[in-house]
């Protein structure tokens, strides 16, 4: 092989792994984009509770202790995520969502001064959760990623 044809070839070979390179960063910014969109749009949903509880409250004098009593429609009920509330579940549209429970180490809250309603998805395929929360104080807390945990129940 001659020293114009080894160089070529070398090139060639450069070539291909950056471009190798420059496609896995591609990708993963693609599958981040894709987790922080549901995980945004499960965050706006936790406030639609919130409003829905308040309002529940300023009419009733105590919060709603099932999903049903806040009048939410269908168009509103999260897809890849359960909601506790309580005793009470509302099971997201996908087929995952049957199977997820929540963590024995959570407790969703209800009393007649306050809640906790829990937000719990599976955005992947593996173990981790990735887990949302809203009090009656109104703001939404990302307790838990499952992007970026890989190994955590």
Known sequence: ???????????RVYLVLVSLV???????DILQFSY????????R???TLFKAQKSYFDKNGKYASQFSLLLLSDKVI?????????TDVLYGHSDVNKNMELPAYLSAYLSNRGYVIFAIGQLD??????????TEKGTPVHLQDDYYLQNQP
């Open 1 to 11: 092989m001659s020293k114009s044809n080894l160089k070529k070839w070398i090139v």
């Open 22 to 28: 420059i496609f896995v960063i591609i990708v993963k």
């Open 36 to 43: 922080r969109s549901h995980q945004v749009s499960e965050e």
């Open 45 to 47: 949903y936790l406030l």
């Open 78 to 86: 999260s897809y890849k995520y359960n909601l506790y509330l309580g």
């Open 125 to 134: 395929s593996d173990p981790a959760l990735d887990i949302w929360m809203i």
